[in-house]
């Protein structure tokens, strides 16, 4: 069975702290994505990378980092949490980048004050 | 840039009735059509999918429609149940490009 784990269901950091939200993957899938969601925006993608130490800006990459060391590992980095990030976080994994299934973590709910 | 609109954002059906959701896309290279349920506290799941080569796919309750020269996709589920209470997102995208997701509709099945 697929799998993609986030290592937390719910954070609360301060503003101005350094957030890091990992994600792991067991499918051995070359493409690893970070989404944001927000009521009435749907998912909003942040960054991906589609090879181990490679990685793309999507739509929203401002204030934003990523890190993928290993293949099945990708960690999105928030430098100096404000409150303009509070929001649910979601990890997805895919074989290709576009045309095939995206598999879902099942979120993070941040929450920055 | 590419775009993906979704309507409606929150649709409530009496349990049995159909439900529909209508997309629409603005890149003309797309030939993925997937759609995501999510239910309360998970991540989004996909439950069906149709490519642009196909003008509708059925899965049991659940059909999806394509209409390349309107731009258009619709998803159709019928004789609603309680458990097809979520969150649904349409997505488009090409096998050279990222999916572009709607921005979601709530549906809630009224007992």
């Known amino acids: 069975d697929v799998k993609v784990t986030q290592s937390s269901r719910y954070l609360v950091k301060r503003t101005g702290e350094k957030v890091f939200l990992e994600c792991v993957q067991d499918m051995d899938h070359e493409n690893m994505f970070w989404y944001r969601q927000d009521p009435g925006l749907g998912l909003r993608l942040i960054y991906f990378s589609y090879d181990v130490k490679m990685k793309e800006k999507g739509d929203i990459p401002e204030g934003y980092s990523v890190s993928r060391e290993k293949k099945e590992r990708f960690s999105l980095i928030l430098e100096s949490a404000s409150t303009n990030q509070t929001s649910m976080y979601l990890c997805?994994?895919?074989?290709?980048?576009?045309?095939?299934?995206?598999?879902f973590g099942p979120g993070t709910r941040l929450t920055v004050t | 840039g590419e775009n993906v609109e979704q309507h409606p954002s929150t649709l409530s059906v009496q349990e049995g009735d159909s439900a529909v959701i209508k997309c629409t896309y603005s890149d003309s290279a797309s030939n993925y059509f997937p759609w995501y349920k999510q239910e309360l506290g998970k991540g989004p799941q996909l439950i069906i999918d149709i490519r642009s080569n196909v003008g509708e796919k059925k899965d049991q309750r659940i059909a999806v429609t394509l209409n390349k020269t309107a731009k258009h996709f619709s998803l159709h589920i019928t004789e609603t149940q309680p458990e097809d209470s979520a969150v649904y997102f349409c997505a488009a995208s090409s096998s050279a490009s990222k999916i572009i997701f709607g921005s979601g509709t709530r549906l809630s099945i009224r007992p």
């Open positions: 997805a994994s895919s074989l290709f980048t576009g045309g095939n299934e995206q598999y």
